[in-house]
């Protein structure tokens, strides 16, 4: 019954956070606990338990055991917390300069090169899904558990602000240029990484990341303002 009941609650967790990233709830909305419940055909308790854990994860603020406001994406939310993804990615970055296997780089390289004589490619979901698997494999490559940790925790605010970012951008006049100048971004990266540069390699990761935010902020809307 102990495991059954965790499958439950893990699955309501994954769920319902996948829920706010994907914007099934407004930024600013108060969901009461019962509308996510019956939303997800589970009880209260698991939605309880599980809105605990996506407060952690930055996607809520609980309101008094009744509900949870959808963290809102206004331009202090955008810009404090990329702010500490800048740092957290630009250190993974200079440390995986010289502990990256080289397999991987090279990898991941022909994968974005790829898309450079494809431009839809280049602004498509799979360039999206792609970067998350740059970032994390740098992450992973970087020797360094305490950063590693801080990035897994902070990956699901992280990837939805990615998630938004690229929709905003995508629907702009200027998704070619951005889509071309953020592969050529991820490319720098990665020739940093096979040139074995670690200062090279954590500019040329915060300086995406900053670009990023730019972007985001540059085309956001109501009611993301």
């Known amino acids: 019954m102990k495991n059954k009941y965790g499958a439950v609650r893990m699955d309501t967790y994954e769920r319902l956070k996948k829920a706010i990233i994907t914007g099934k709830y407004a930024p600013g909305e108060l969901v009461q606990i019962s509308e996510f419940a019956r939303d997800l055909g589970v ?7 599980a809105l605990s854990a996506i407060e952690r994860d930055f996607l809520v603020d609980l309101i ?3 509900g949870a406001i959808i963290r809102p994406l206004n331009i202090d939310e955008v810009r404090n917390i990329n702010q500490l993804r800048e740092i957290v990615d630009g250190l993974a970055a200079r440390l995986s300069a010289k502990l990256m ?3 991987l780089i090279a990898e991941l390289k ?4 790829s898309m450079l004589d494809n431009p839809e490619m ?3 979901e799979a360039h999206s899904q792609l970067s998350h698997e740059l970032h994390k494999t740098i992450t992973d490559s970087c020797g360094n558990w305490v950063v ?3 990035w897994r925790h902070l990956d699901t605010a992280f990837l ?3 998630q938004k970012g690229w929709e905003v951008w995508r629907n702009s006049e200027e998704k070619r240029e951005i889509s071309l100048r953020r592969l050529n971004e991820h490319l720098e990266i990665l020739d940093a990484l096979e040139k074995r540069d670690p200062e090279r390699a954590e500019r040329a990761a915060r300086t995406h990341i ?7 902020l540059k085309f956001m809307n109501s009611p993301y303002q």
């Open 43 to 49: 009880s209260r308790t698991p939605v309880r338990e």
């Open 64 to 66: 008094d055991g009744r």
């Open 101 to 103: 296997p080289g397999n």
């Open 110 to 113: 022909e994968k974005f090169e």
């Open 122 to 124: 280049a602004e498509s």
């Open 148 to 150: 590693q940790a801080q």
């Open 160 to 162: 939805r602000l990615k």
């Open 210 to 216: 900053v670009r990023a935010t730019e972007d985001f």
